[in-house]
């Protein structure tokens, strides 16, 4: 049997430059978010109503073209609160991010939660519950990104 081998190990980072074609249907979903307009897409087999819009029902297979203008409030399905930063963070920690259901919709968009106070995880914990209801809080200037909303915060 082999001994043990130590290793020495070359920390790097390599970068990537890349572009990504959103397609008919994504350009029209972040088009949206200039108007401060959340579209989603209704399966008409299914029935289902999924945000983001997609091109496809991942369910029935088939191409999905009703693309329908949805809620910005909905319920947090479930959270996520990130206190360390590591590599292409959407934003500098302490926030949350969660999987959010609109209301009339079937299928969870994920985004932040804040518009409260992050720096007491403990007051995190008791503040923050599945069900809670959000609402989309907009940047004041939209670039048609998906941070054009800036958390989603709770209603009151
Ligand atoms: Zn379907």
């Given at each position: 049997m082999a001994e043990k081998q130590d290793f020495?190990?070359?920390e790097d980072e390599v970068s990537i430059p890349y572009q990504n074609a959103y397609g008919p249907t994504w350009t029209r979903f972040f088009e949206g978010f200039k108007k401060e307009k959340i579209y989603g897409s209704r399966c008409l087999?299914?029935?289902?109503?999924?945000?983001?819009?997609?091109s496809y029902?991942?369910?029935?297979?088939?191409?999905v073209e009703?693309?329908?203008?949805?809620?910005?409030?909905?319920?947090?399905?479930?959270w996520c609160l990130t206190e360390y930063e590591y590599f292409g963070m959407?934003?500098?920690?302490?926030?949350?991010?969660?999987?959010?259901r609109l209301?009339?919709?079937?299928?969870e968009?994920?985004?932040?939660?804040?518009?409260?106070?992050?720096s007491d995880p403990e007051y995190v914990r008791k503040t923050v519950k599945t069900g809670m209801k959000v609402k989309a809080v907009w940047?004041?200037?939209?670039?048609?990104?998906?941070?054009?909303?800036?958390?989603?915060?709770?209603?009151?």
């Amino acid at each position: 049997m082999a001994e043990k081998q130590d290793f020495y190990i070359l920390e790097d980072e390599v970068s990537i430059p890349y572009q990504n074609a959103y397609g008919p249907t994504w350009t029209r979903f972040f088009e949206g978010f200039k108007k401060e307009k959340i579209y989603g897409s209704r399966c008409l087999k299914c029935n289902r109503v999924l945000v983001p819009a997609r091109s496809y029902c991942p369910r029935c297979f088939i191409e999905v073209e009703d693309v329908i203008e949805v809620s910005q409030e909905g319920a947090i399905v479930s959270w996520c609160l990130t206190e360390y930063e590591y590599f292409g963070m959407p934003t500098k920690p302490p926030f949350i991010s969660a999987l959010i259901r609109l209301d009339g919709t079937d299928a969870e968009f994920v985004h932040l939660v804040g518009g409260i106070d992050l720096s007491d995880p403990e007051y995190v914990r008791k503040t923050v519950k599945t069900g809670m209801k959000v609402k989309a809080v907009w940047k004041e200037e939209k670039t048609g990104h998906i941070l054009d909303i800036k958390y989603f915060a709770p209603v009151k």
